[in-house]
């Protein structure tokens, strides 16, 4: 089997089992009694809350640094809650995230995938403390649409959750490449996440999740700025779509990990809490 099959059997596999699994429980989960809250809201944007999740993310860039023509990267994100781990014996999520890219000059295919794995350290009346590690797959069927080297790294989140109808989390992650450097030569780089979000009760929230990346080889970095506006409900499972235009701030000149200048993400998740 080709690697293109079994990154598509892959991910169809990936969709299909947390899809199903979601679908399913409705039956046996109970409705609430309200549909929207500043809580449910908060509970659903947290990324320590323990939940099956399924995340779909269609980001279309309509302008690229020195290139013509419309890209995008579909993104596909599966959460996996467990209340202890098998060796760690804390709560953890474990993600698997995968995309369907397309390059400005029309190239679709697989991009990356990334495994993610976040322990859950301290919960306190303020917030929770989190660290874990990443694990970038180089499946990407063109060396457009993804890395072609293995890279992991060290992750952390920290959220502050007791600030009212206000909700601010940090996401810390590194990449460091364990292929290829000798062809590619070695690459090393972070992204750091502010999430910042107000939450009215009738479920709508806005705010910023940006995704800042440096490189630690050459100091240079990509300062992108977006704002979400969003809809939180519940049913038998809970909910979330949102619309988010995104601008590149700041590039440092020579940086090409992210020649994004101006796109609009369009999302919707799945929550269903253990």
Request: aromatic share 16%; charged share 15%; with cysteine.
């Amino acid at each position: 089997m080709g690697k293109n099959n079994r990154c598509r059997y892959f991910l169809t596999l990936l969709v299909t089992v947390v899809y199903c699994y979601l679908m399913n429980a409705q039956d046996t989960v109970k409705e609430p009694e309200g549909t929207t809250s500043v809580k449910l809201s908060q509970q659903v944007m947290n990324p320590t809350t323990l939940a099956w999740q399924l995340q779909l993310e269609e980001f279309t860039i309509f302008k690229t640094h020195n290139q013509d023509g419309v890209a995008q990267n579909f993104r596909v994100r599966g959460i996996i809650p467990l209340k202890e781990g098998l060796l760690i014996k804390v709560p953890q999520l474990i993600r698997v995230i995968a995309f369907v890219n397309t390059a400005p000059d029309g190239t679709t295919g697989l991009g990356d995938v990334t495994l993610n794995q976040f322990f859950i350290l301290s919960k306190k009346d303020w917030g929770q403390f989190g660290a874990g590690w990443n694990l970038q797959i180089p499946t990407a069927t063109d060396n457009q649409l993804g890395s072609p080297q293995l890279a992991i790294g060290p992750a952390f989140t920290v959220t502050f959750t007791d600030l009212g109808k206000w909700q601010m989390y940090w996401i810390w992650e590194n990449f460091f490449s364990i292929s290829g450097n000798g062809k590619y030569g070695s690459s090393a780089f972070a992204i750091l996440q502010p999430n910042i979000f107000y939450t009215w009760a009738n479920g709508i929230y806005a705010g910023i999740e940006p995704e800042w990346q440096f490189d630690y080889k050459t100091g240079k970095v990509a300062i992108p700025m977006d704002f979400r506006i969003g809809y939180i409900w519940s049913g038998k499972l809970k909910y979330n779509a949102y619309i988010e235009p995104e601008i590149m701030a700041y590039r440092s000149d020579g940086y090409t990990r992210n020649l994004n200048d101006f796109g609009v993400r369009f999302g919707f998740r799945w929550y269903l809490p253990m």
